[in-house]
């Protein structure tokens, strides 16, 4: 195996690692196992638990913003409806990644070790995303002027927190575009008299 597929194939093992045992939890060990490989393969590739912590939240929060906000900057749809999607995509995403989205939930609880501050650049960005789309909506008319963009950026990435819940106890997908439609076009459209 190349170095390259060997580093793209322990990433996979470290995500899948942290997703299962937790961000506290996971050692060079238990990288080494579900990879089949040798421990000093482990720590070749991550001389350190820390490092291999950067390279699993790196790609998470990578997946999270190239592969789920950004192709919906330009979509060609009104803001409420590529905002919409971008909550969908991520939706979706518990089923197709569901790594990714487990490790980015305990992420965005964590508090200790260095953890919270690295969540918070993630954030930043998020928001920083969002509120582009919220941009683009208020130029086009389509997001209600009274908005405070950063707050509402902050309401919008705060909703993927309540699309894992209402998925992980059981909400359909047909319940999630319900509620995420219901919210995002009782909160972000303009009013008839606003418009």
Known sequence: MSPAARREQLLDCALRTFAHKGLGETR???????AGVALPTAFHYY???????????????????????VPHFNSGVPAPQAIERVLMTFCDA??????????????????????????LVFYRKALDGIGRLLARGAA???????LN????????VGLAHMI??????GSSREQV???????????????????
Do not use: C, K, N
Request: net charge negative; no cysteine.
């Open 164 to 169: 894992v819940q209402m998925r992980l106890s």
């Open 149 to 156: 963009r950063d707050d509402a950026a902050r309401v919008i």
């Open 28 to 34: 060079h060990t238990d990288l080494a196992q579900l």
């Open 177 to 195: 575009v319900q509620t995420v439609h219901s919210l995002v076009q009782g909160y972000l459209q303009p009013r008839p008299e606003q418009a």
């Open 94 to 119: 518990i089923d197709t990644h569901p790594d990714h989205v487990r490790v980015w939930l305990e992420w965005s609880v964590a508090l200790r070790d260095g953890l919270w501050e690295r969540y």
């Open 140 to 146: 086009e008319g389509s997001i209600a002027p009274h």
């Open 47 to 69: 001389p350190t638990r820390a490092d291999m912590t950067d390279a699993v939240l790196d790609e998470v929060s990578r997946f999270l913003i190239d592969d789920i906000v």
